[in-house]
């Protein structure tokens, strides 16, 4: 019996400290575009190695669901979002303070499943009759800057209105974020589907085969971050911003194949509901 009271006593004093530091432990909760998945996680494992007793919990949607969700109050610490449009819906309803900063930008591009069952070889193969063409639902991020290079191409000589028009025709599913438009191409659900460039990850790069947007044609992504005004860890919630704008957290982004935070950084050109105002770039340390 003596024993066991021992062993029952040491146990205590080991754990005790655990669940002090488990109580003490602050807690970033991150509402971020499904596009940021694996580089915020990256950046969210780096963030906790610099800050002891820190938990950064992730909530991962489309920029969409994620600014209802913010509209609706849904409690979080931050919001990045793949594009400007729906964090000024964020703003609007007055949970997100002005100005926020771009963090990063991306492109968009096309993919076709490894065998390239539908033998898409150029852009004008999507608006071929027939083929199954997956996009992002309309108000997810990635589908306003498709739409818009399908605009630009419409606008052309060479491609025309009723290109736009025949692209569209083909679509057989709409998903509610673009990793779910990737998912699908990657199991050979469509015969090709746009996303951006950030989402040809390690894990399918035997699965996929990209097919390039020319700079004419492609819409630059910028990313916006910010604190939510209500946020029950202002300070850490900053800091994890902070951590996301640094040479560290630009270095993981790199990785992902997310583009710098200037503009400078970009071929292409932003569409005007990408950008954010100029103070937004000069907060993000651009020139």
Partial sequence: MR???????????????????????????????????????????????????????FSFAGSSTLATQ?????PSDVFASANFKQMQVVIDAGRMAEPVVIFARNRLVVIVPAENPGRIETLDDLARPGLRLVLAAEGVPVRDYTEAMLDQMAATDEYGP???T?????VV???????????????????????????????LS???????????FNTVAAYPIGVITDSA?????????????????????GRWNFLGKCPDANRAEATPEATTSPEATDRAGCP
């Fill in 3 to 57: 024993g066991v009271i021992w062993l029952l006593a040491v146990w205590s004093m080991v754990m005790a400290p655990a669940a002090l530091r488990a109580q003490a432990a602050e807690t970033v909760v991150v509402f971020a575009a499904a596009s940021l998945t694996d580089a915020f996680e990256e950046i969210g494992t780096a963030f906790e190695a610099d800050h002891a007793d820190v938990r950064v919990v």
């Fill in 70 to 74: 913010l509209v609706e109050g849904a």
């Fill in 162 to 164: 009723a290109y736009r």
């Fill in 166 to 170: 025949a692209v569209l025709v083909n």
């Fill in 173 to 203: 599913s709409e998903e509610d974020n673009v990793r779910q438009v990737a998912a699908k191409v990657a199991l050979g659900e469509a015969d090709a589907g746009i996303v951006y460039l950030s989402d040809m990850t390690p894990n």
């Fill in 206 to 216: 035997d699965q996929v085969m990209s097919i390039a947007v020319p700079d004419e």
């Fill in 233 to 253: 860890a202002p300070r850490l919630a900053q800091a994890f911003v902070d951590f996301v704008l640094s040479d560290e957290g630009q270095a993981i982004l």
